[in-house]
């Protein structure tokens, strides 16, 4: 049967708008959110594994998942004989495997992203892996993977899932070397990328950013024709590492309460949008700052890392290859290195109900061997990982300038924590305070106030909805 896959720049601008601007990149910043037509019935009418050495695996239904979900197929069954029955499905994974589970069509095993697991996690829909999978693999999960990667998969104390992805939303400023090499020496001497000689290479201070931006902008009379920078898009997690980085975590686990609304918070807000607004050289713009980059509207943008092989892909007017370079963020203080909050990324999960549970942990223990793992980060030419093990492979090595903007990136992983699952991760409304601000109809004070009663109604529903 023959199926119709999103491309990947239809996921990026479809996923960006999905989870409020804020989740996985340089595998794709974050998931869809549209079920596909059928939604949930669809995913119970999926056909039953065949008796024997066969199990159901599920993942989403977009072209770099599925063709890398072939690919560990294919070596986990020349290694074990288990065939996988693969079923994508169109997100949102999370809700299907509910009704399937309810249905009794559940798969064997599942890929889904840390971040939207929480329901299942609460519902005990999947299985804890602490036992079954690492401790009989003889795997520790806080040595092999990154902190932040397995984080996002971890509930109660227990291990959920085996990551397979890391932070990709908030390490990463980028630019384009036509701009750099239009704006001459000036611009070039400020550019990281071609000036700090230790890796991982990074801006010294927002301040040295927001001075390329202003070189890099252009205008036609009073009209902007290309602005400095944005940041747009992924906005969260931006926004909570610079907090994050000023020294206050957003959520108080004691007091199970946001303290967005802080003098960490305001400076975070001023220093992510206020600031370069006041500046003239950032505005809300119609799409988020990747793909404002790539069409010629901005010099500078700031987030997701997927940057630069996106660009990679796309050439100039004059069909020459786009070239553009990532560096590290700029540390919120001067002189310290920089740390992030993150959203995880996708990973794999075992129903409870698994019919072919056997081979369903033998799947998920060879998943947290390098092997497994390194199939995997082939994907999108090489992701941020969920571990350090795979780095010696060739698609993390070289001296070019994607393979460069890759380890800038993944060098940011041993500062960086996740979210984390306790306060229900809901997010809706989340952005509108960022586009004030880039609107200039608020300050940074009131949209750290409406941040944080945002997150706190939100908290608040979230509670309600889970008791019982």
């Known amino acids: 049967m023959k199926t119709n896959y999103l491309s990947r720049r239809s996921f990026l601008k479809f996923t960006a708008g999905a989870l409020g601007m ?45 063709e ?17 029955n693969i079923q994508p499905q169109a997100w949102p994974l999370e809700t299907k495997l509910m009704a399937a589970l309810t249905a009794g069509t559940q798969p064997d095993v599942v890929c889904v ?21 690492y401790a009989a693999a003889g795997v520790n999960p806080q040595e092999f993977f990154y902190p932040e990667a397995i984080q996002a998969y971890t509930w109660e104390g227990h291990y959920m899932g085996v990551p397979l992805e890391s932070n990709q939303v908030a390490q ?137 092989p996106e660009g990679a892909k796309l050439t100039l007017a004059d069909g020459s290859p786009m070239k553009v370079e990532q560096v590290m963020s700029p540390p919120a203080v001067k002189g310290q290195e920089p740390k992030f909050v993150g959203e995880g990324g996708w990973g794999f999960e075992i129903p409870t109900r698994a019919k072919n549970m056997e081979i369903a942990v033998e799947f998920c223990q060879w998943m947290a061997t390098r092997e497994g793992q390194v199939i995997y980060a082939q994907i999108y030419g090489g992701v941020v990982p969920a571990t350090s093990v795979v780095l010696d492979d060739a698609i993390y090595q070289g001296d070019d300038i994607i393979k460069l903007s890759k380890r800038r990136a993944i060098a940011a992983l041993k500062n960086t924590v996740y979210y984390g699952n306790e306060w229900g991760l809901n997010r809706t409304g989340a952005d509108v305070p960022f586009t004030e601000v880039r609107q200039g ?27 019982g």
Not at 68 to 76: E, P
Not at 113 to 133: W, Y
Not at 174 to 192: N, Q, S
């Open 68 to 84: 890398r979900y072939h690919a560990l197929a294919a070596a986990f069954e020349q290694k074990t004989g288990n065939k996988a």
């Open 113 to 133: 992203m840390g971040i939207v697991s929480v329901p299942l996690f609460m519902q005990k829909a999947v299985i804890a892996m602490d036992d079954v999978v």
């Open 172 to 308: 990463a400023v980028a630019t384009r070397y036509d701009y750099l090499d239009e704006a001459g020496d000036e611009a070039k001497a400020l550019w990281p990328g071609l000036n700090v000689k230790s890796e991982p290479a990074g801006f010294d201070s927002y301040e040295t950013m927001w001075a390329l931006a202003e070189i890099l902008q252009k205008k036609e009379g009073e009209t902007v024709t290309r602005w400095g920078m944005s940041s747009k898009g992924w906005d969260l997690g931006q926004f909570l590492s610079i907090m994050y980085d000023l020294g206050k975590f957003f959520w108080d686990t004691g007091n199970q309460k946001f303290v967005i609304d802080s003098e960490e918070g305001v400076k975070a807000m001023q220093m992510y949008a206020e600031t370069p607004v006041k500046m003239g050289i950032e505005t809300q713009l119609d799409d988020h700052h990747m793909n404002a980059l790539f069409a010629g509207k901005v010099g500078v943008a700031k987030g997701n890392t997927s940057m630069a």
């Open 441 to 467: 109809v608020k300050t940074a004070e009131e949209a750290v106030k409406s941040l944080q009663e945002i997150f706190t109604v939100n908290h608040e529903q979230w509670k309600e909805s889970m008791k």
């Open 22 to 66: 804020s989740a996985l990149a340089a595998c794709a910043p974050a998931a869809p959110a549209q079920p596909a037509a059928g939604g949930e019935a669809a995913a119970a009418e999926q056909p039953a594994a065949e008796a024997g050495n066969e199990f159901i695996f599920w993942g989403l239904e977009y072209e770099p998942h599925v």
